[in-house]
């Protein structure tokens, strides 16, 4: 169904969303959308970022225990 639109199915959308909540009110609501994303990608960024702490605190040191002294 997404897919028969086009270019001027998507410019009338526009024009009937901007007509019905006026300027202010979908320049604002975009505003929070952006925060909305930003939010997101730090939340995944932080959710790497201590998977992989929490993996480097549980790797085992296999080296060697004769190994181990001589760097």
């Known amino acids: 169904m997404l897919n028969n639109i ?4 998507l410019l009338l959308i ?3 969303v901007l007509v019905l909540f006026g300027r ?3 320049s604002s609501l975009m505003g929070e959308v952006g ?3 930003t939010a997101f990608k730090k939340g995944v ?3 790497s970022k201590e998977i992989e ?3 480097a605190d549980t790797a085992k040191d296999v080296t060697p225990k004769g190994e181990k002294d001589k760097a």
């Open 6 to 9: 086009g270019l001027p199915g």
């Open 14 to 16: 526009a024009v009937v």
């Open 24 to 26: 202010g009110k979908v």
């Open 35 to 37: 925060k909305g994303i």
């Open 45 to 47: 960024d932080d959710g």
């Open 53 to 55: 702490d929490s993996a």
